[in-house]
């Protein structure tokens, strides 16, 4: 299957990889964020429709002297009872992060300071966890209404020197069967993230590139954006398809839901071979279902 083009927007190299970062750092709070989520996909409207991921997708990133950020905008075919429901629940968060390729375990609890989702990142293969890098989430509904939801996961620190780890999503209804959704994926880093970044760009992560074309100086051809900004764009699609499969299997009786959404994850990466293509299907389900008993086992 040939890679679409775009035109917008060791376990080192893996950990790396998915701590680079969506949503932006700090700012002001929005008086009416669900409006002016509302009007975002207004602007976006025309391109969602054109279908240049083949699916109604946009997708961003910048790279800043110590930071990163990537966000997806997409409508999705569910209705947004179904997506607030299920995103509400950090239980639920974990069950999507898990079909990730580079998460190895997920946990969530909730205690006297509140619900935190505890990750563990790791290669592209089964590893014991203490041969993974752990994040501990903060887990945080910010908002849950009827027509607006937005749902925070941060970590002060991730792993190789990155701090203000940071996952989000807010979603709007469209209609009936649809919801508009922004994910936002970000960190920053010190000088221990920098060197990790360089190694990284250097090694394991120098052949692979993200989804933004970028006008060559020569006049040549576009190219694919590599780099940090290719690996925050693989990332911030991985976890957003991971969210989408999981909810695609909602409806599936619980016996077979998680298998149907390593399915609906596995299907979904392969339209973008050129970026998203690791190990193959067999590989990835042996794999997953070790990772998620594995998960069902620590609970």
Request: hydrophobic fraction near 40%.
């Amino acid at each position: 299957m040939s890679s679409i083009k775009c035109r917008h927007a060791g376990v080192m190299g893996a950990a790396l990889a998915v701590a680079l970062g969506v949503f932006s750092l700090p700012a002001l709070p929005d008086p009416n964020p669900a409006q002016s989520l509302r009007d975002r996909y207004a602007a976006l409207q025309a391109s969602l429709e054109q279908g240049l991921y083949q699916r109604p997708l946009y997708l961003e990133s910048v790279e800043r002297s110590r930071s990163w950020q990537g966000d997806i905008y997409s409508l999705v075919e569910h209705p947004y009872a179904s997506v607030a429901g299920a995103l509400t629940s950090a239980n639920s968060w974990c069950d999507a992060l898990i079909l990730h390729l580079n998460v190895k375990y997920c946990h969530a609890d909730t205690g006297a300071a509140g619900a935190v989702v505890s990750v563990a990142i790791g290669r592209k293969y089964f590893q014991p966890l203490d041969k993974t890098h752990r994040i501990a989430f903060t887990y945080t509904v910010a908002t849950s209404e009827a027509d607006y939801m937005d749902v925070v996961l941060e970590a002060a620190r991730g792993p190789f020197g990155t701090r203000n780890y940071r996952i989000a999503l807010e979603a709007v209804p469209i209609d009936d069967g649809h919801t508009f959704v922004h994910l936002g994926y970000s960190s920053s880093y010190g000088l221990q993230g920098r060197l990790a970044m360089g190694a990284y760009v250097a090694t394991t992560g120098g052949g692979k590139v993200g989804f933004t074309e970028i006008e060559r100086t020569d006049g040549g051809p576009t190219r694919f954006v590599g780099g940090v900004r290719g690996a925050v764009e693989r990332n911030a699609m991985r976890y957003y398809l991971a969210i989408d499969a999981h909810l695609g299997a909602l409806a599936t009786p619980e016996p077979q839901r998680f298998e149907h959404s390593l399915d609906l994850w596995f299907t979904a990466t392969e339209f973008y071979p050129r970026q998203l293509h690791e190990v193959d299907r067999d590989a990835y389900l042996a794999m997953k279902r070790r990772e998620y008993l594995r998960q069902q086992e620590r609970k």
